[in-house]
């Protein structure tokens, strides 16, 4: 679509832009407008000025995407500054949906509250925690949410109660093409050292157990009901599986790495492979965790 359509904005607008290094994967072609807004209300007055045929898609840290080689068509919107303020309260802790999980584990550790530890062990956003009902660890988002803060695709700044998403399982029911710009997460007054004994805990068994040093999106799949994707993927065969530069981590088999040269398409493919080899040997047919965006190369 012609540059011509897209609105002025405070914050910073590129055409054409390359999206594989901002992902984890590393992987994937560029946006064909990429949007970082400078606030809440430049981004609600762009959205109010975009023309509904424009496409939107938001990404925040993309730690569990896959973007495909051929790119993203529309405006992909990314929060950096502006969006990633944490404001400690008694009870609770409010913050920006460009915060990092850890960042905000780490806020509520130093204040002395309790029950965000298991967000130390998720490698993303607070908006993304939020959108997939992140959660690790004995915890998730629909265990501390409050309320979130979105923006919608009108330009309209709204907050919903948690009972409003139908959080379920790594899945939310926010409504289409809203924005995640804040949200308020319930703690409780714990013990400075209990909290800093959790989270040291859930970094070493995170170390120990995933492999964080690759090229990876974290866990591929969800489990089923009652089962352990990993374990279904381990029997299937697949642990250490390759397509191309593409590989099932050999470490953790519900992670696929990039070897170093991998395109969108080899992991894909890898996820799907696995998948119809799971099926095949167990009869249950695996759900992508991961998002898979874009177009094919």
Not at 86 to 102: F, K, M, Q
Not at 140 to 166: C, F, P, S, Y
Request: proline share 4%.
């Amino acid at each position: 679509m012609m540059a011509s359509t897209i609105p002025a904005t405070r914050g910073r607008l590129k055409e054409n832009e390359t999206l594989a290094p901002m992902t984890w994967f590393r992987v994937g072609g560029p946006a064909e407008f990429l949007l970082r807004p400078a606030d809440v209300q430049d981004l609600c007055d762009f959205m109010a000025q975009l023309p509904l045929e424009m496409p939107i898609t938001v990404i925040g840290a993309a730690s569990n995407l896959i973007v495909r080689d051929g790119g993203i068509n529309g405006v992909v919107i990314k929060l950096a500054r502006g969006f990633g303020e944490v404001e400690i309260e008694a009870d609770g802790i409010i913050a920006g949906a460009a915060a990092l999980d850890i960042t905000v584990s780490e806020h509520a550790a130093s204040a002395g509250l309790s029950g965000l530890e298991f967000l130390s062990g998720i490698p993303g956003t607070i908006g993304g925690a939020v959108a997939m009902n992140a959660g690790a660890y004995g915890g998730d988002m629909a265990g501390v949410l409050d309320w979130v803060e979105i923006v919608t695709r009108a330009g309209e700044l709204k907050r919903l109660a948690v009972q409003e998403l139908g959080l379920t399982y790594r899945h939310s029911n926010l409504p289409a093409d809203a924005v995640v710009v804040r949200a308020r997460l319930r703690a409780q007054p714990g013990e400075a050292a209990l909290i800093a004994a959790r989270m040291a805990e859930i970094k070493t068994k995170r170390e120990a157990t995933q492999p964080v040093r690759a090229r990876t999106g974290g866990s591929t799949f969800a489990n089923p009901d009652g089962q352990k994707a990993w374990e279904l993927v381990d029997g299937a065969g697949c642990r250490g599986l390759t397509i191309g530069q593409a590989q099932v981590s050999d470490l953790h088999c519900n992670f696929l790495l990039n070897l170093g040269g991998a395109t969108a398409a080899e992991l894909e493919g890898l996820g799907e492979e696995v998948r119809k080899r799971v099926l095949e040997k167990s009869g249950i047919s695996l759900r992508w965790e991961i998002k898979r965006i874009g177009v094919p190369a």
